[in-house]
Structure formats: C-alpha cells, structure tokens
C-alpha cells in the first residue's frame, strides 16, 4: 500500500543493510517513504539499496555511512544529512548488537559496545536530529527494543543495570549487556515522550519478536548456524524477518498510531514492558548520565528543546 501525500517522507532507519532494518525499509520503500536507510559499511548499505530497488523498482532509497560506535561518525553522519536538507519524518533505532564473543568490547569512546551502539550512539544521534523531527512534525522516533529485558524472557541471566558495571568493572555477560540495553531503550523512549508532550513528534518502542533466521547469522559454528537457520525457526514463539519488520513498520507508519507515544509494541499490537521500565526516577537517571556520557547539554539543541 502506497502513502497518498503530495510530499513524500522521509524516514531514516539505523542498521539497514541486513536483517530487520533491511525488510523494514523495503515495506516503507513500498509503501512510497523515502527511506535512507544506514550503514556501517559502504558496500553492505549500498547492496542493500540495490537489493531492495530490485524488489520494488522506483524505490525512493539511499545508504548512507554510519558507525553507532563512534561519536565523531555520529556527528559526520548527522552533518552529511543536513547538507542534502532534507526532512525528517520518521526516525528508527533499529541497528542493534549482541555480542556473542565472552570478553567485553569498547566502542572508541570508551563505553562497552552493546550499551555504547544499542542506548548511547542512537540517544546521541536523537538528539542530533530532534530538531529535523520537530520541523518535519508530525513526525516518529521508533526505538528497537526488545522483550528480553523482562524477567524470563531470553536466554542467560536477567537483567542487571548497575552503574558500577556499565563498562563491565565488575562482571561481563553479553546476554546480561543485551538485556540492559534494551531496557535503558525504553527508559529513553518513556522519558523522552514525557518531554516531547505537547510536541507533533512522538516516541514509541517496539519488539519484532524473537527472530531466530537473523540471529543466525552471528552463529560462527556452521553446524550451530544452519541448525539455527532450519530448525529453530521453525517453534512456535519465533517470528520471521518479515513479521519481524512488520512489527517496525506498524510503529513506524501505522494510522492508527497518529499522535500516541510512549508505548511499547510487537506484532502490531500495544503491550507492557517491565514494572522497572516504567520507572521514571530511573529514567531520569538514565537521561542525566547519557547526556554527561554523549556531551549534551541540552537535549535537542541548539534551541534546547527538551
Ligand atoms: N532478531 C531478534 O530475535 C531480535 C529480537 C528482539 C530485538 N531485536 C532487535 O532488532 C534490531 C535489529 O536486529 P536484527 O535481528 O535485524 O540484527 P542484525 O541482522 O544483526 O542487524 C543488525 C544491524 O545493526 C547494525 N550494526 C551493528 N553494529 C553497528 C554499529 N556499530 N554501527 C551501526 N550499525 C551497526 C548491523 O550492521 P552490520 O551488518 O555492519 O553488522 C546491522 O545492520 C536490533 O536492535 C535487535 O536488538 C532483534
């Protein structure tokens, strides 16, 4: 289904060349959105472009270059887009990492990288682009969370936020720094559409759902790979990389989603996340030491907008 407006929108989607990101900006592509969507590498996003004009030929879609594990790219990245002077209609935080190897990494920064690519690159590159969202309104941030961070849910231990621990001082776990991630996600989410209230620009959360054929992919094993591949996609609770787009594209572009923020989502449909996700003294926490951690004075600035 086509968009029906005389002014075609932009959406920008992280981590677009694989995976979730890819389907997810083929629909919007399909659906008449001019889609940017980001990569971190060259080749990889612009195999992506190609592959999706060959699906839906007369795609309005560009790649550009992007490593969430890097402030200064961040700041190039956000630099090159306001040289085409574009709008901003739809922001997603979709590029998402989870390390599979059993020692801690660091992005150039400093921070360790699931929390440094998953929370504090796309909260960095948010605020950098606020002020397009704000002048393109109505507009949406959608962040890529996932249910994991809730007791039960995911493989490994539950979740652990320490601030003591947010550079593994203490212990690492990649399952755990997974999970933690994706919860400060929704801190992020709640606290920023409580100061985006009275604002056309909204912010909501979404789980595509456990997919296994893109998790696969990380599996360096061949034997563990394919069965991942052929197997576990096949049980019950998992959703494939299309259903796991639509969940993206619903919170992305859905009508019935116009003017609601502040909610988490997965298969088309608003759910709960965590009693501690709801927390806003945590939140607010969050929001302090990721402002401190990204150097942002003003959240939004220049004008200082939330
Ligand atoms: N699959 C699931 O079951 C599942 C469940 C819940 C939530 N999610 C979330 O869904 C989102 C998409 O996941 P996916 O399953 O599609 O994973 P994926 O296939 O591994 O895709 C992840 C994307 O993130 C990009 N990325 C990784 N590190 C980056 C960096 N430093 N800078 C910029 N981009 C970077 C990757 O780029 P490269 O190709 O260069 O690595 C890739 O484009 C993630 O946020 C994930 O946490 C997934």
Not at 162 to 184: C, G, I, M, T
Not at 186 to 211: D, I, K
Not at 260 to 277: A, H, V
Request: charge should be neutral; charged fraction near 20%.
């Amino acid at each position: 289904m086509r968009e029906h407006s005389s002014v075609q929108k932009v959406m920008l989607i992280t981590g677009g060349n694989r995976g979730l990101g890819l389907a997810a900006a083929r629909k919007l592509a399909e659906r008449g959105y001019r889609v940017i969507l980001t990569a971190r590498n060259v080749t990889a996003g612009e195999a992506a472009v190609a592959a999706i004009r060959q699906c839906a030929p007369g795609a309005t879609v560009e790649t550009m270059q992007l490593d969430l594990a890097s402030f200064a790219s961040i700041r190039q990245f956000v630099e090159a887009f306001h040289a085409q002077g574009l709008p901003l209609h739809g922001l997603i935080n979709n590029a998402g990492l989870m390390v599979v190897e059993k020692q801690p990494k660091f992005t150039a920064d400093g921070f360790e990288l699931t929390f440094g690519i998953n929370h504090l690159g796309h909260f960095l590159l948010t605020h950098l682009l606020l002020p397009d969202l704000l002048r393109s309104a109505p507009a949406r941030l959608v962040v890529v969370s996932s249910q994991t961070h809730m007791a039960g849910i995911g493989n490994g231990p539950p979740v652990d936020f320490d601030y003591d621990n947010l550079r593994a001082e203490k212990y690492y776990q990649p399952e755990v720094f997974y999970k933690n991630s994706k919860l400060a996600n929704l801190w992020f989410t709640y606290e920023l559409q409580r100061r985006l209230a009275g604002s056309e620009v909204t912010a909501n959360a979404v789980c595509p759902g456990y997919v296994p054929a893109t998790i696969a992919e990380h599996i360096p094993n061949p034997v563990g790979r394919w069965i991942f591949k052929n197997i576990v996609t096949r049980f019950a609770d998992t959703r494939t990389v299309e259903q796991g787009a639509d969940s993206l594209v619903f919170v992305a572009a859905d009508p019935s989603l116009e003017g609601i923020g502040g909610k988490f989502s997965t298969d088309g449909r608003l759910i709960s996340s965590s009693p501690d996700s709801y927390d806003e003294a945590k939140a607010k926490r969050l929001w302090e030491y990721s402002c401190n951690a990204c150097g942002i004075e003003h959240f939004g600035a220049p004008s200082g907008v939330v």
